[in-house]
Protein backbone atom coordinates (compact mmCIF):
# COMPACT_ATOMS: atom_id res chain seq x y z
CA UNK A 1 0.00 0.00 0.00
CA UNK A 2 1.54 3.41 -1.13
CA UNK A 3 -1.34 5.50 -1.52
CA UNK A 4 -4.24 7.18 0.75
CA UNK A 5 -7.28 8.81 -0.32
CA UNK A 6 -8.61 11.55 2.20
CA UNK A 7 -12.59 12.27 1.41
CA UNK A 8 -13.55 15.76 2.50
CA UNK A 9 -17.27 16.30 1.55
CA UNK A 10 -17.65 19.94 1.77
CA UNK A 11 -20.91 22.27 2.53
CA UNK A 12 -21.10 25.62 3.81
CA UNK A 13 -17.92 25.18 5.62
CA UNK A 14 -16.16 29.01 4.53
CA UNK A 15 -15.05 29.62 7.80
CA UNK A 16 -13.09 26.05 8.58
CA UNK A 17 -12.38 24.60 5.17
CA UNK A 18 -8.87 26.34 4.79
CA UNK A 19 -7.69 25.77 8.00
CA UNK A 20 -9.00 21.97 8.09
CA UNK A 21 -6.85 21.44 4.44
CA UNK A 22 -4.18 22.69 5.91
CA UNK A 23 -4.10 19.82 8.89
CA UNK A 24 -4.59 17.39 6.23
CA UNK A 25 -1.83 18.67 4.63
CA UNK A 26 0.27 18.68 7.64
CA UNK A 27 -0.20 15.58 8.89
CA UNK A 28 1.87 12.48 7.82
CA UNK A 29 -0.02 9.24 7.09
CA UNK A 30 2.41 6.93 7.88
CA UNK A 31 4.30 8.31 4.66
CA UNK A 32 1.99 6.80 1.95
CA UNK A 33 1.70 9.36 -0.78
CA UNK A 34 -1.53 11.60 -0.09
CA UNK A 35 -4.65 12.10 -2.61
CA UNK A 36 -6.65 14.63 -1.35
CA UNK A 37 -10.35 15.14 -2.96
CA UNK A 38 -13.05 17.95 -1.71
CA UNK A 39 -16.23 17.17 -2.85
CA UNK A 40 -18.38 20.60 -2.71
CA UNK A 41 -22.46 19.96 -2.32
CA UNK A 42 -23.67 22.82 -3.71
CA UNK A 43 -22.38 25.43 -1.41
CA UNK A 44 -23.75 28.66 -1.05
CA UNK A 45 -21.87 30.78 1.91
CA UNK A 46 -18.78 31.70 -0.10
CA UNK A 47 -17.25 27.94 0.31
CA UNK A 48 -16.19 28.27 -3.46
CA UNK A 49 -14.42 31.36 -3.47
CA UNK A 50 -11.84 29.18 -1.66
CA UNK A 51 -11.11 26.58 -3.77
CA UNK A 52 -8.77 28.79 -5.98
CA UNK A 53 -6.64 28.58 -3.04
CA UNK A 54 -6.65 25.19 -2.46
CA UNK A 55 -4.19 23.15 -4.69
CA UNK A 56 -6.21 19.69 -4.36
CA UNK A 57 -8.83 18.30 -6.49
CA UNK A 58 -12.46 20.09 -6.43
CA UNK A 59 -15.78 17.65 -7.22
CA UNK A 60 -19.08 19.81 -7.23
CA UNK A 61 -22.58 19.06 -7.23
CA UNK A 62 -24.93 21.44 -8.84
CA UNK A 63 -27.28 21.30 -6.02
CA UNK A 64 -27.32 20.17 -2.78
CA UNK A 65 -27.81 16.34 -2.03
CA UNK A 66 -26.33 15.39 1.20
CA UNK A 67 -23.19 13.98 2.58
CA UNK A 68 -23.64 10.03 1.76
CA UNK A 69 -24.14 11.52 -2.09
CA UNK A 70 -21.18 13.45 -1.74
CA UNK A 71 -18.91 10.70 -0.67
CA UNK A 72 -20.14 8.39 -3.24
CA UNK A 73 -19.30 10.85 -5.98
CA UNK A 74 -15.72 11.11 -4.29
CA UNK A 75 -15.64 7.28 -4.19
CA UNK A 76 -15.74 7.35 -8.06
CA UNK A 77 -12.42 9.61 -8.22
CA UNK A 78 -10.31 7.95 -5.21
CA UNK A 79 -7.02 5.98 -6.23
CA UNK A 80 -5.41 5.36 -3.03
CA UNK A 81 -5.28 2.02 -1.67
CA UNK A 82 -6.77 3.71 1.73
CA UNK A 83 -9.90 5.53 2.12
CA UNK A 84 -10.49 7.78 4.99
CA UNK A 85 -13.51 10.34 5.46
CA UNK A 86 -12.40 14.02 6.73
CA UNK A 87 -15.57 16.30 7.72
CA UNK A 88 -14.65 20.13 6.23
CA UNK A 89 -15.22 21.46 10.18
CA UNK A 90 -12.79 21.49 13.04
CA UNK A 91 -14.43 18.47 14.97
CA UNK A 92 -11.71 16.21 14.50
CA UNK A 93 -8.54 16.23 14.18
CA UNK A 94 -6.57 14.11 11.16
CA UNK A 95 -4.03 13.11 13.38
CA UNK A 96 -5.96 10.17 15.09
CA UNK A 97 -5.90 8.75 11.68
CA UNK A 98 -2.58 7.48 11.75
CA UNK A 99 -2.96 4.25 14.22
CA UNK A 100 -6.07 3.86 12.18
CA UNK A 101 -4.40 3.68 9.08
CA UNK A 102 -1.72 1.89 10.96
CA UNK A 103 -3.92 -1.43 11.76
CA UNK A 104 -5.08 -1.61 8.29
CA UNK A 105 -1.15 -1.36 6.90
CA UNK A 106 -0.57 -3.93 9.09
CA UNK A 107 -2.88 -6.51 7.64
CA UNK A 108 -4.97 -6.50 10.95
CA UNK A 109 -8.20 -4.85 9.42
CA UNK A 110 -10.01 -4.31 6.75
CA UNK A 111 -11.65 -1.33 8.38
CA UNK A 112 -10.91 0.85 11.11
CA UNK A 113 -13.76 3.19 13.07
CA UNK A 114 -12.20 5.79 15.83
CA UNK A 115 -14.15 5.99 18.55
CA UNK A 116 -15.12 9.39 20.66
CA UNK A 117 -16.94 7.58 23.37
CA UNK A 118 -14.23 5.07 24.62
CA UNK A 119 -12.03 7.67 26.61
CA UNK A 120 -8.22 8.21 26.75
CA UNK A 121 -8.69 11.20 24.33
CA UNK A 122 -10.09 15.29 24.67
CA UNK A 123 -13.22 15.33 24.13
CA UNK A 124 -15.86 17.90 24.47
CA UNK A 125 -18.95 17.30 26.10
CA UNK A 126 -21.44 16.13 23.75
CA UNK A 127 -25.03 17.38 23.63
CA UNK A 128 -27.58 15.67 25.63
CA UNK A 129 -29.87 14.48 22.91
CA UNK A 130 -27.11 13.99 20.46
CA UNK A 131 -25.15 11.66 22.57
CA UNK A 132 -28.41 9.54 24.12
CA UNK A 133 -29.12 9.44 20.02
CA UNK A 134 -25.57 8.03 19.59
CA UNK A 135 -25.73 5.38 22.10
CA UNK A 136 -29.06 4.53 21.14
CA UNK A 137 -27.88 4.09 17.42
CA UNK A 138 -24.81 1.84 18.46
CA UNK A 139 -26.95 -0.23 20.42
CA UNK A 140 -29.27 -0.96 17.56
CA UNK A 141 -26.06 -1.55 15.56
CA UNK A 142 -25.05 -4.06 17.96
CA UNK A 143 -28.27 -5.93 18.43
CA UNK A 144 -29.29 -5.88 14.71
CA UNK A 145 -25.76 -7.26 13.39
CA UNK A 146 -23.80 -8.59 16.18
CA UNK A 147 -21.15 -6.15 17.00
CA UNK A 148 -20.03 -4.28 19.51
CA UNK A 149 -19.29 -0.98 18.42
CA UNK A 150 -19.30 2.05 20.62
CA UNK A 151 -19.82 5.02 18.10
CA UNK A 152 -21.37 3.67 15.07
CA UNK A 153 -21.86 7.50 13.70
CA UNK A 154 -18.50 8.86 13.72
CA UNK A 155 -17.33 10.48 10.93
CA UNK A 156 -13.41 8.71 11.45
CA UNK A 157 -13.58 5.55 9.23
CA UNK A 158 -11.04 4.05 7.38
CA UNK A 159 -11.10 1.52 4.96
CA UNK A 160 -8.78 -1.00 2.25
CA UNK A 161 -9.91 0.80 -1.03
CA UNK A 162 -11.00 -2.52 -2.56
CA UNK A 163 -13.24 -3.35 0.74
CA UNK A 164 -15.28 0.09 0.63
CA UNK A 165 -15.09 0.13 -3.15
CA UNK A 166 -17.11 -2.84 -3.78
CA UNK A 167 -19.96 -2.11 -1.76
CA UNK A 168 -22.53 0.23 -2.92
CA UNK A 169 -23.56 2.97 -1.14
CA UNK A 170 -27.56 4.30 -1.61
CA UNK A 171 -27.70 6.65 1.26
CA UNK A 172 -27.87 10.57 0.22
CA UNK A 173 -27.76 11.97 3.52
CA UNK A 174 -26.06 11.46 6.68
CA UNK A 175 -27.51 7.78 7.16
CA UNK A 176 -24.39 7.22 4.67
CA UNK A 177 -23.21 6.36 7.83
CA UNK A 178 -25.42 3.19 9.19
CA UNK A 179 -25.35 2.04 5.71
CA UNK A 180 -21.70 1.80 5.56
CA UNK A 181 -21.68 0.28 8.42
CA UNK A 182 -24.34 -2.06 8.01
CA UNK A 183 -22.92 -3.48 5.10
CA UNK A 184 -18.97 -3.75 5.92
CA UNK A 185 -20.18 -5.92 9.07
CA UNK A 186 -22.98 -8.24 6.50
CA UNK A 187 -19.32 -8.69 4.82
CA UNK A 188 -17.81 -9.69 7.91
CA UNK A 189 -14.96 -7.21 7.71
CA UNK A 190 -12.49 -7.53 10.07
CA UNK A 191 -13.98 -4.21 12.15
CA UNK A 192 -11.84 -2.01 14.50
CA UNK A 193 -12.34 0.76 16.95
CA UNK A 194 -9.65 3.15 18.29
CA UNK A 195 -10.14 6.36 20.20
CA UNK A 196 -9.46 9.48 18.70
CA UNK A 197 -10.55 13.16 20.15
CA UNK A 198 -13.37 15.11 19.42
CA UNK A 199 -13.83 18.85 18.98
CA UNK A 200 -17.65 19.08 19.13
CA UNK A 201 -19.43 22.22 17.20
CA UNK A 202 -23.21 23.68 18.74
CA UNK A 203 -25.57 24.12 15.78
CA UNK A 204 -25.02 28.12 16.60
CA UNK A 205 -21.23 26.68 15.41
CA UNK A 206 -22.82 25.20 12.38
CA UNK A 207 -23.11 21.89 13.56
CA UNK A 208 -25.82 20.13 10.59
CA UNK A 209 -27.58 17.19 11.48
CA UNK A 210 -30.36 17.15 13.73
CA UNK A 211 -33.43 14.25 15.68
CA UNK A 212 -34.33 13.93 11.91
CA UNK A 213 -30.79 12.24 10.74
CA UNK A 214 -31.24 10.09 13.47
CA UNK A 215 -35.16 8.64 12.46
CA UNK A 216 -33.54 8.38 8.83
CA UNK A 217 -30.78 6.14 10.70
CA UNK A 218 -32.78 4.02 12.55
CA UNK A 219 -34.81 2.73 9.46
CA UNK A 220 -31.30 2.69 7.30
CA UNK A 221 -30.11 0.09 10.37
CA UNK A 222 -33.07 -2.27 9.44
CA UNK A 223 -33.67 -1.68 6.14
CA UNK A 224 -29.43 -2.90 5.37
CA UNK A 225 -30.13 -5.23 8.31
CA UNK A 226 -32.93 -7.48 5.65
CA UNK A 227 -31.99 -6.12 2.10
CA UNK A 228 -28.80 -4.65 0.10
Not at 113 to 130: A, C, I, N, Q, V
Not at 155 to 174: H, L, N
Request: net charge negative; proline share 3%; charged share 25%.
Amino acid sequence: MNKITILIPVYNEVNTLIQMVEKVEQTNFCNLEKEIILIDDCSDDGTKELYKDIPHKVLYHNYNQGKGAALRTGLTEATGDIIIIQDADLEYDPIDYIPLIKLILDGHADVCYGSRLTGGKPSRSFMFTHLLGNKFLSLLTNILYGSTLTDMETCYKAFRAEFIKDITIKSDRFDFEPEITAKVLKKHARLYELPISYYGREFSEGKKITWRDGIFAIIALIKYRFTD
